[in-house]
């Protein structure tokens, strides 16, 4: 059996999603659970035995909306054929636009399922703040990017940050902008914070509204392939399904 990166056994067969649903219910102290996530792909399993045994609890009223976490474009297709797929969970930040390359992103406009990305900061990667200075440098916050992380890892990490700058255009794009570049590609974003005023800021982020040309300066300061290395490791994209 697979097991998901925190040591959880990988269990896709439909008994199992039953079991798994009654629980989130019951810990969740609800009748219904707006949108049910399969977070990873069970390759031991059938995507359309999964789906449908999800798909069943719609049916009951248990479930209202069905997602994928982490899915290939063609698993995705799958999955939407035996039932319609709300939303799948990516990664997408513009340290990592693996999805946009990889047909992913494609097919979920293609089928109108909505995109949900998760770590839209780079796991960690933010701009050095520098009132003197209209680009900054990313960098890595303490313990915001585990060393398990290839492309976060020295002496990768120090062979591309150093290539890039984030432009900040009267402060309108400092550390919130990968937040609005992400929102730009249609995403709705995870937020994670441990501060109040994070959370603020992040929240704000949905009211800026990029032009072009921030747009393509943002695309210019961290252009596709400067970003070296692999956005997690070998055993963790191998439970990834891309």
Same mark, same amino acid.
């Given at each position: 059996?697979?097991?998901?990166?925190?040591?959880?056994?990988?269990?896709?067969?439909?008994e199992?999603?039953?079991? *798994?649903?009654?629980?989130?219910?019951? +810990?969740?102290e609800? =009748?219904?659970? =707006?949108?049910?996530y399969?977070?990873?792909?069970?390759?031991?399993?059938?995507?359309?035995?999964?789906?449908?045994?999800? *798909?069943?609890?719609?049916?009951a009223?248990?479930?209202? +909306?069905?997602?994928? /976490?982490?899915?290939?474009?063609?698993?995705?297709? %799958?999955?939407?054929?035996?039932?319609?797929?709300?939303a799948?969970? /990516?990664?997408?930040?513009?340290?990592?636009?693996?999805?946009?390359?990889?047909?992913?992103? !494609?097919?979920?406009?293609?089928?109108?399922?909505?995109?949900?990305?998760?770590?839209?900061?780079? $796991?960690?990667?933010?701009?050095?703040?520098?009132?003197?200075?209209?680009?900054?440098?990313?960098?890595?916050?303490?313990?915001?990017?585990? *060393?398990? %992380?290839?492309? &976060?890892?020295?002496?990768?990490?120090?062979?591309?940050?150093?290539?890039? %700058?984030?432009?900040? +255009?009267?402060?309108?794009?400092?550390?919130r902008?990968?937040? /609005? $570049?992400?929102?730009?590609?249609? *995403?709705?974003?995870?937020?994670?914070?441990? $501060?109040? &005023?994070?959370?603020?800021?992040?929240?704000?982020?949905?009211?800026?509204?990029?032009?072009?040309?921030?747009? /393509?300066?943002?695309?210019?300061?961290?252009?596709?392939?400067?970003?070296?290395?692999?956005? =997690?490791?070998? !055993?963790?994209?191998? %439970?990834?399904? +891309?």
């Amino acid at each position: 059996m697979d097991f998901d990166a925190d040591g959880t056994p990988l269990d896709g067969r439909a008994e199992h999603v039953r079991r *798994a649903v009654e629980r989130s219910l019951h +810990h969740l102290e609800t =009748d219904t659970i =707006d949108l049910y996530y399969l977070h990873r792909v069970d390759p031991a399993v059938p995507i359309e035995e999964t789906v449908g045994a999800m *798909a069943e609890l719609v049916t009951a009223g248990k479930v209202r +909306h069905l997602g994928l /976490s982490e899915a290939a474009a063609a698993t995705i297709r %799958r999955a939407h054929a035996v039932h319609p797929i709300t939303a799948v969970q /990516s990664e997408l930040s513009l340290f990592s636009r693996d999805l946009l390359e990889n047909g992913i992103k !494609e097919v979920l406009d293609e089928l109108g399922i909505g995109l949900v990305a998760f770590s839209p900061l780079g $796991r960690g990667f933010l701009p050095e703040p520098s009132a003197a200075s209209t680009t900054s440098t990313p960098t890595t916050r303490a313990g915001a990017c585990p *060393a398990s %992380r290839p492309r &976060a890892s020295p002496p990768i990490s120090h062979s591309w940050t150093g290539s890039v %700058r984030l432009p900040r +255009h009267r402060g309108r794009l400092r550390d919130r902008s990968p937040w /609005s $570049r992400v929102a730009a590609q249609g *995403a709705v974003s995870i937020p994670g914070t441990k $501060r109040r &005023a994070y959370l603020e800021e992040n929240v704000g982020a949905a009211d800026i509204a990029l032009t072009t040309a921030e747009l /393509s300066a943002l695309d210019s300061a961290v252009p596709t392939g400067a970003v070296t290395g692999a956005r =997690d490791t070998v !055993e963790g994209l191998a %439970r990834t399904n +891309h």
